[in-house]
């Protein structure tokens, strides 16, 4: 997969307290936590008087230059958001972190993941009175907050937390704290990292600790949150009723290959899946292992290693692509004019070849590839994909949440080798992911979310339930009824 | 070298002569050359009569918007630029294709390389009366042009090809044809190709033709120019003093790796350096192969197959980072903050490491790297270099002129290797370099230009010449002494 | 008042229903209104389902550009917005019109003037768990309406126009209606006109409705709200406490001279008061009359007519001057260098001078007109204000709100001609001023609000009342003892 | 005459030597200036080593951002330009000044006014190789001082201007030097005014002398050019074949009311011209006396006092009406829709009105303003203009240069009137012009320029004569027989 026509995760967040350098450091860890999110990018500063914000659309560069970074010179305390947009709500309101004034205080609060009672729960807040700016879900837990009848701010924090399902972080800014908060799952990660000035920070992923120059300290578990503020840092759970249920998505797409995750490292995660896919299902015939890039490249290189093939660059991305509006027409997309992939013609050429990518979600992308490395001269093109089968939606933070465009929800590998063009395609085992990836919690497939494989939810369904049951495929329905559901539409574990 | 403190290459070029969607196809031509200047971009369009130019600054997607493009529809001619520019000389004027408007034609003309009698010519033209209106080499051959006696546009340009000295290439349209055009030497590389339509491309490398489906026609050679119009297309020279000296640094590092210049894929010239470079340096303890995204990775995978090592990720770039404009305060860099290239602390800790890089030009990146390798814990870090020594200046169209920057020029591998605090460094051979490239042409270096490396300039000094050999190191002049030199001060080959 | 430095009207509303070009007669409604805001502007647009939303910063034609007009092509119902911000809240989130979404309905809204008890419900509201997302007045109307148990949208309108206080006039657009509304004491102008397509456009002042060639229908009087929607027009009542009070300062200097406000035209308004003025205050040794550009031209040749004096134009402002951002040093502006006034050297040279004015606020832009006139030659500078003593705050919309920057407040005539560097000072009488108007309501000062000129606000204090009475000064005591009052601080009039 | 599409002055020009603050000066100088050129404006500064340059399309404070200041901050020496673009010309490439680098030295110029032989001297040019880089006359005079074989710049320059026709004035800066220069007839005017520093200036008009509270000095008569250096300031001629023909255009329309122009301020020559307008051409049947805002609000007071009747506010302009984008189209048009100029009804209504205009060009302007006034209610409109018929085009820096376009060229007075709508229209005769301005120079007309009036071309006609001739109409040729022409096509003096 190596454009955002497939999947897109939904947002990065980032916190730092008491550093001089706030805004400089969070706009360097947004910018590390970039391929999260490129729609839009906010950052929020305090001096614990005081409340600035900048934001913009677009990559972070675009939405936050100079000009405005200037702005936020001076404050110790920041967290900021890039941000991927689902279509329909694009406009800069919705843009993150929000800040929000109140008559007795300050908050400001960003959100990666998405809540699956949302749409309720704004419904019941408006029906009494509530108003709401934006059509972000992070603006829920704000209402929530604010009619809360508790005492101080980290009780109706706590309180919130639990009305609200799904798979979400959450970093939050007040004049006397720092806030990351966990859903009762661990479907989405949140990491607190240390600077040598002694500062902390809170991110989604680890490499924004990293090009910090900072030191890990620990993962925020499930149904946890975490406070920081002069006295330190402090740990508290807002609920005891957790699974832990990571999303393999994360390591699979999401993550950087440089991130960790619940301590395992995401390429070396790639590279053992690969060869896991070499022995479960190799190919005899082939002179040599591509990868797509930039995702499958650590999955094709241990492929290629596994099965003693040469790993190839047969496949260029342009590393400008990012950011071109201009689109080849029809007509000239049929002359083979293509501006993103090409194929490296003097390899392929000729060649019996595994393309190993990381998933196949539509279609539309994996046949667009076979088909121009077949136009550039490649003999066979057996794809190996380095993750089970797509086959049911997710509703915790990815932007894939209908049936209908999910390929995998109504073809057999087979058929979509024919579909895509392919020789051959076979996909790694559900038990071939979780013992790549290699986490060892006592809990439902080893600790992790792997909804989209298996269409069992462990933060359940919710306003999503009634669509999705309506909407299953043959192939779905016979998938559910010969695997075991650990978890029921509420998301309760029943052993 | 993964960023744009080395090694700089001036430009890329791009024309098509009969295309419906002549500005489209250029805008995606000039989108596949982007990594050989990123500091603005232009393109003329002409339907025969009118001419429009559209230009700015920056990657091309903030050069020309849609805007912009708009308002090159409905032309069947063009050009176009992308450029890397020297400091100095910045400004919008600069920016090609320049656009003339004579009272008895209009001409539009762009250029990659460097003129190194330039600044002579300028000065005798300016002496005449004539009025330069930006600092870039390119006009001189429009004075020269548009002085000259000739009858015909076709005779007065190879009048003025003829006075011009140095490496590069043209690309020029008339209301009645686009001419493209070569150094004596080929030193910079233009390729012609030809769409599915019947039009016909010129551009600076082949992966522009291959981005628009098109088919690779043929490379211009050493004193060739090109004429296409109504009539097709016909290739002549406009002398018959050349020798053929083809930028060894295309191969090395400017050009895509899916790019093929002389008959020799990128890709695959890298990965046979990377596997000679193995059998010329081998490390015996190396536990893994990395490579300095992006232009080592071929050659650190060859190195890895050779030397049956994995080839791990074990350096992240950050692909988002050709636009920040956010650097570390140098108290932020002590703090350990980077943003570019991040090592991936769980693969290198504990590794002793082979890390495969193109080139070392003043050796301050080197250092960050091995460094920074150090600090995620690699034990060892051995240096190799899939290029010779880079040792003298060239003059050529790399940003790479004065001897002081180049580390090589003044110190041995083993001081470099303590310089920047690696366990050992290595450098692949001149002939190492030769036969991985592997022309056969015969003419020295076997048909490459190898003047960073050898102190031989194919084209000559020129303008330089005083300034150049009074800034020999010692180290370069032990060389010279040393190694047979082809070629004299004025570029002429003595057998 | 030739500048920003002194009195600023806040906002400029604009509505029309049912009219093909609903966008483009928005956006020229509302550029004759830029008078009253050049800060900000907004247009929201419907067609009944959806609503589409452009805004932007500074005048309207930087803030709503042609790419933004296109967007609000094809949307019959409109309302806009033009703003000034009081310093503090001129962030985009601040520009009007709202939009809000809910789940039953999508309203948007906008709004003139001042809420004078918006501080201690909007506390309220926020004990309540409201959120509020700007700073500005116009977010109370809409958790009152939301928050109200009436059954219709237009009852918790009604409902919630009774609980807000002050100047005010609101547009505002549902899928059903176009409504507008005014303040109980009509301080604030509205008025309804009908295009000659039968659509109706409600706007602030008459002006907008003369530039869309549209006829006048009526105005919108003193407690009343109009609905408008497919079934035609509807005024009614939302209160029968009224008393009308018609500010005297649109008259003076906010309207454009072609409004005429409640059947007085507003040039011939200030003619007469300029002719009243020289009965009131002659001045015998005049050579000539000049003006203070714009705003006093009308006043000043109505004083050169009555008084028999050449009407001469001896100040030139600089008709560009909106938008300049460059502002003399003081250094500069001590060589005398100046860009928005200029006067007529061969003109003023040796004369004695009437310079006729429309107030005088902080005396600061007087004092410079009065240096620069008789730097330029001028013998004798007699300064004629054309309304009377600005003494007291306003709080009704115009943003002078505090005691201590009104010179009028502290000092008498004869002070401020001294401090002002003139020979001689006058003002218009309260009376002169109500009689050149010419209302003739039944009420307090024949229908008019002068609370600046007499410290009597119909409308009463609220929110504001402590801070003003704490800072009442002497002169100001003095004349409240002497004067009698018609309201009292909750604005009943007390008969 | 009211907007731009009647007549439009081609620049203005600003220079300042020697001051700590030049740019800033020169911006405040430029916006006093603004009203000759709204479509582009430029800086350029020196310290006599580096010169630095600013510009940009549109207003100046569009065309030079406060970013863009503060690169100019630090320099002492400047010259600067605001433009009227003819339309085809209008990019950013003819923005001036403009500034060369020669490797001998650097040089900037500007230009006011038009050159009628640029067209041959630039074929001339071209045809010895010469390359011109925008289509601005201004490049002209650069390449003829390049090639002049002269030994200093001062004796190149002044050959070069004996070369160059038309009307025209220069401000040219180099490392040494401000220069300035006017044409052989002074039909563009230059002045020379001294800051309280010491520091000189030049300019267009005085008012750019006047903003920055410095003194004049002088004018720079016909066929002089001034020099300013460190030594002071000299003024010297380059031809003696001078005679004196100041453009009456800038009395009457351009130039601002409080700047003078040869020792004769333009507001008192606009309302001496509106006196002699009412003896010449009285009406008897009028109420009030209106005029068209801005430019003839001078001449309509004096009309108003000559004949005793009311000035009134008759029209109201809209002073934010430069830079709106939007036009009523056709549809709305004929429902009455117009933003630019509104009637005030209640002032109009009913009543017979005196109209004072400066000009009718094409009369289309005048046919809109009479329709407007009716529809106003107006019973009758008697158009008076304060300055002769407008028989003949204009090529000395005014863009009417074509007969076509001239409604007087065509029509009598009588006709005009029936063609706009008035109930009659009568203009100032060419003897009451030239009086009411009242030079006494030994010359044809008394010193001015009165071509467009009389078809007498002081500068003479050059590469406009072949189309000017046979483009005559019956009307013109007439006038031409009747009346003595006192110079031939070359600009001779025929006594």
Redesign the interface.
Same mark, same amino acid.
């Given at each position: 997969m190596y454009d955002y026509n497939g999947l897109n995760e939904e947002c990065g967040v980032f916190g730092i307290w008491d550093h001089s &350098?706030a805004a400089? =450091?969070t706009?360097?860890g947004l910018? $590390?936590l970039? +391929?999260r999110g490129q729609e839009g990018a906010g950052i929020v500063c305090s001096n614990g008087d005081e409340f600035v914000n900048e934001r913009g659309l677009g990559? =972070?560069?675009?939405a936050i230059?100079?000009v405005k970074?200037n702005r936020l010179q001076g404050y110790n305390y920041a967290i900021g958001h890039v941000r991927y947009a689902t279509s329909g709500n694009k406009g @800069?309101e919705n843009i993150q972190p929000f800040l929000? +004034?109140? /008559?007795?205080m300050s908050v400001s609060v960003c959100h990666n993941g998405n809540l699956i009672n949302a749409q309720s729960l704004?419904?019941d807040l408006?029906r009494? !009175?509530?108003?709401? +700016?934006s $059509?972000s879900d992070t &603006?829920v837990i704000? +209402?929530l907050i604010?009619?809360s009848k508790k005492e101080t701010f980290e009780e109706a924090l706590k309180e919130s937390l639990k009305i609200i399902k799904g798979g979400f972080t959450f970093a939050i800014l007040t004049k006397d704290a720092l806030y990351g908060a966990v859903d009762p799952n661990a479907i989405r990660p949140l990491v607190v990292g240390q600077? $040598?000035?002694g500062a902390y920070i809170i991110a989604s992923e680890t490499?924004a600790i990293?090009?910090? !120059?900072?030191k890990f300290v620990r993962d925020i578990h499930a149904g946890e949150y975490v406070v920081i503020n002069d006295d330190g840092i402090r740990v508290e759970s807002y609920t005891d009723q957790t699974t832990t249920a990571i999303s393999a998505m994360e390591y699979i797409y999401f993550a950087?290959?440089?991130s #960790?995750i619940a301590g395992k490292?995401v390429?070396?995660v790639r590279?053992a899946s690969g060869k896991r896919l070499a022995k479960e299902s190799p190919v005899d015939t082939a002179d040599m292992v591509i990868g797509v890039p930039?995702s499958s490249? $650590?999955a094709a290189?241990g492929y290629a290693?596994e099965i003693k093939l040469? /790993?190839?660059?047969g496949l260029?991305k342009?590393?400008?692509v990012?950011? #071109?509006? @201009?689109q080849?027409?029809q007509?000239?997309r049929e002359? !083979?004019?293509? #501006?993103k992939l090409?194929?490296?013609?003097? @390899?392929v050429q000729g060649k019996n070849i595994v393309l190993v990518d990381d998933s196949i979600v539509r279609g539309t992308t994996s046949k667009r590839i076979v088909r121009m490395l077949k136009e550039a001269g490649a003999m066979e093109v057996h794809v190996r994909i380095a993750s089970p089968e797509f086959m049911f939606p997710s509703f915790y933070g990815i932007d894939v949440s209908t049936t209908a465009e999910l390929i995998s929800a109504h073809k057999t590998p087979e058929e979509i080798s024919e579909h895509i063009g392919a020789d051959s395609v076979a996909y790694l085992s559900v038990e071939g992911l979780i013992e790549s990836i290699g986490l060892d919690v006592d809990a439902p497939y080893k600790g992790l979310c792997v909804e989209s494989f298996t269409g069992d939810y462990p933060a359940g369904l919710y306003d999503y339930e009634t669509d999705y049951k309506a909407s299953l495929s043959p192939k779905q329905k016979a998938y559910l009824n010969e695997h075991k559901q650990y978890f029921d539409s509420e998301g309760n574990y029943n052993v």
């Open positions: &350098e400089q =450091l706009y360097m910018h $590390s970039q +391929h990559l =972070l560069t675009d230059n100079k970074m @800069i929000y +004034h109140f /008559y007795d704004r419904q408006e009494q !009175g509530a108003i709401f +700016h $059509s &603006e704000m +209402h604010r009619r600077m $040598s000035t490499c990293d090009v910090l !120059g900072a950087r290959p440089d #960790t490292n390429h070396a590279k930039n490249l $650590s290189s290693e040469p /790993y190839e660059m260029v342009n590393q400008y990012a950011r #071109t509006f @201009i080849p027409t007509e000239l002359q !083979g004019v293509r #501006t090409s194929p490296v013609k003097d @390899i």
